[in-house]
């Protein structure tokens, strides 16, 4: 009986080991299931996106879709060569690039809502070059949607390498509790960030209608909704557009590099109404699981 026993008792060990092994195999597979659907739903979302139907779009980068990337380099720490142009309405493409593998960021997936892909930018030297020619001389609504992973002063996700009075974009954060919308020595700040602790996604929204008699002229920029109770920074004698725009990048200003994670970028040459503004954020919010203020 004691053999018995002792027989009977390692196999209850052994029933008890596989148990746990498919326990744990269980857990895997349900987070990459739920992964996996938030994938699904942001591509979903973005397939049936507003700004499908906005017009002057000029430019949409995402990371959910698989459009948005070469495939070979949708695999984690891959760097990224070339950003698709997503617009629906644009026969020529501006896609973001880099030519050099060594300054390009890479491809990490699950960062955003915990299941869709970022472009991680390493704060030290990586970057995208896009044609920033269609926002010269134009009002513009740009929207982003980011995560900082260091609170750096000249952590500038949007910029380029012009330095002349209106003749650049600078969007980014100009120190841990600033945020910025440069166009060089006329700059609108907003001093509201919360200072850096943990990467926080958040959706940025910049605004510039060059039309100064209208109510609504100037700068504007909001953080995470176009409420009127998350109206964040404005200035309506800041109407003069961007004269030239050379070297348009996202990943950094001159020599200031952005550290931190994109998702998003959508570009329009048009300041865009408070209701298709809101319409982009509220897909902006739902997509990245961002509480977004509406009123």
Known sequence: MKKSSSAFSLIEVSLVVLIISLIAAGILTTTNIIKKSRLQTAQILTKNSPVNNIPNLVAWFETSLDSSFIGNEKSDGTAISTWYDNNPNAASKNNATQS???????FTANVFNSGIPAIRFDGSDDYLVFDGSSLINSSYTIFIVEQRRSDK?????????????NQILILGY???????????ANDLNYSGIATYSSPISRIHTYSLNIAASQSNSGKRYWINGSGASATNAANTSQTSPI???????FGKYASN??????????????????????SVETYLGKKYNIQVATS
């Open 100 to 106: 050099t593998s060594t300054n390009g960021p890479t």
């Open 153 to 165: 002063s000249d952590n500038y996700f949007m910029g380029g390498s012009n330095v002349g009075v």
């Open 174 to 184: 100009r120190s841990n509790s600033v945020a910025t919308q440069a166009h060089y």
């Open 243 to 249: 004269t030239s725009y050379t070297g348009a990048t």
């Open 257 to 278: 590099y952005f550290n931190g994670d994109f998702a998003e970028a959508i570009i329009f040459n048009r300041n865009l109404s408070s209701e298709e503004r809101l």
